[in-house]
């Protein structure tokens, strides 16, 4: 068959070229870091949705995307088309993870059986590429938030109806998963949240959820799909709050419902900046809970408030982003980096998937490069235990080992001077600390 995308197959040529698009610079699969592969390290996914069905639309205007699929008129013929396309792209750009909601891969049906049915036909196709190729599936998910039915939620949604096909939809897309292998399954709740608390009965709402997460993981055990589960959290947009606002809330909500043994969070640096936190922020929070899962590799625009789903090219945020990885050990293990993300609007041709997707891997394994340098340096380890210091003998090891009480913390306090206390505190150096970060990355780079 000949090529159906008007490219090469991309190769890493190094950094010693500064021009782009000639291949990866900083990515080399298979090269040693921190004592492991970094395509083990990175396990890059393509999403489907934005890479092959997203028209590139923004709220003021029409899609501009040109793809060379776009021949075929009739949605199956052009969904079956697409996964020719689809795997073609992945063995190009040599990733070995692709993830998906249900409703990006085929047309839906007047009923769910019907629409199961053209899904199946997509799957079957893309199964038998799976046997050739090797591709596997990060992960899956069901889309429950773009038809209108889901206008008010789906598993919090007030009507019993909607709840009823939410989990029969869910069942079908389990069962996908294990037909694809898939080795994590997300929940990402796009409308389960409200637009006004005059009308919602928010703690019935939120019960809902867990119960479609208890119902969905029941199954799952039941059908021997054994992969992660896990939780995605997003603050806003399209309601104006979600009930997994954050990694914290999400955390909180699984803790609540008995939820956190058999899930963990998938996270997005996107939605992070919504929520008005920083990506490294969240991945932090679920790192210290034990609950860091996979992430989406994406970022937004601090000028906009909107999920404007940008490839990843802010290398501070990668470096960031990847030192708490590093300290975790990897994402997982069974978790990996899949770029929710979409070219600009104005990036309209085919071969700026190539590009979009270039950078956001580049940038990611620069940013793992340089995180693995400062973790095996112990730079920020080290910075992080002299700050603490105190903590490790006298009155600050009474406090960490439970022997002091407020008795002995007022004794210990008492006469202590304005002077003392102001002598037993000591300057971060912070602009240092951020300096010393600036050298890591140029030198890195440099190389």
């Given at each position: ?234 603050p806003k947009e399209p309601t104006t709050h ?68 940008e490839f990843p090219s802010d290398l501070y ?16 293990p069974h978790g990996g980096l899949n770029f ?108």
């Amino acid at each position: 068959m000949a090529d159906l995308w008007d490219f090469n197959k991309v190769n890493y040529v190094g950094n010693g070229n500064l021009g782009t698009g000639d291949g990866f610079h900083y990515y080399n699969p298979d090269e040693i870091i921190g004592g492991k592969k970094m395509r083990d390290w990175l396990r890059f996914s393509v999403a489907y949705w934005h890479t092959f069905d997203q028209r590139l639309v923004d709220p003021f205007g029409d899609g501009t995307a040109i793809r060379p699929y776009d021949k075929y008129t009739d949605p199956m013929d052009q969904a079956l088309a697409k996964v020719d396309y689809a795997f073609e792209f992945y063995d190009k750009l040599g990733v070995d993870y692709l993830a998906f909601h249900d409703r990006d891969l085929a047309p839906e049906g007047d009923t769910l059986r019907e629409t199961n049915k053209n899904l199946d036909k997509v799957v079957d196709k893309i199964v038998e590429y799976q046997k050739t190729s090797g591709m596997k599936v990060l992960w899956n998910t069901a889309n429950m938030f773009t038809n209108p039915r889901f206008v008010s939620g789906a598993a919090t949604s007030p009507y019993a109806d909607i709840f009823a096909y939410s989990a029969a939809q869910l069942k079908h897309s389990l069962e996908i998963g294990k037909r694809v292998g898939a080795e994590n399954y997300v929940f990402w709740g796009g409308r389960e949240g409200y637009e006004s608390l005059w009308n919602t009965d928010m703690k019935r709402e939120q019960e809902h959820a867990a119960k479609i997460f208890h119902l969905a993981k029941d199954y799952a055990t039941e059908i021997g799909f054994d992969a992660q589960m896990l939780l995605e959290p997003k603050p806003k947009e399209p309601t104006t709050h979600q009930y997994d606002f954050d990694a914290a809330t999400t955390i909180a909500f699984m803790k609540e419902y008995d939820l956190d043994k058999d899930f963990k969070l998938n996270l997005e640096g996107n939605h992070a900046n919504l929520a008005g936190h920083t990506y490294q922020h969240e991945i932090r929070v679920a790192r210290e809970a034990g609950l860091l899962g996979s992430l989406d590799a994406n970022q937004g625009d601090k000028l906009i408030g909107w999920d404007i789903d940008e490839f990843p090219s802010d290398l501070y945020e990668a470096v960031a982003a990847m030192y708490e990885v590093v300290e975790d050990g990897g994402i997982g293990p069974h978790g990996g980096l899949n770029f929710d993300s979409k070219p600009r609007r104005s990036s309209f041709e085919a071969n700026d998937l190539l590009y979009a997707h270039m950078v956001g891997m580049d940038t990611f394994a620069a940013g793992l490069r340089i995180a693995t340098k400062m973790k095996e340096d112990h730079v920020l380890e080290n910075l992080v235990t002299e700050r603490y210091s105190s903590y490790d003998s006298g009155i600050g090891a009474d406090i960490e080992s439970g022997k002091a009480d407020f008795k002995t913390l007022e004794e210990y306090s008492m006469d202590k001077t304005q002077a003392d206390l102001r002598n037993a505190t000591h300057s971060d150096h912070l602009e240092q600390v951020k300096d010393t970060i600036n050298h890591y990355i140029i030198d890195a780079l440099s190389k």
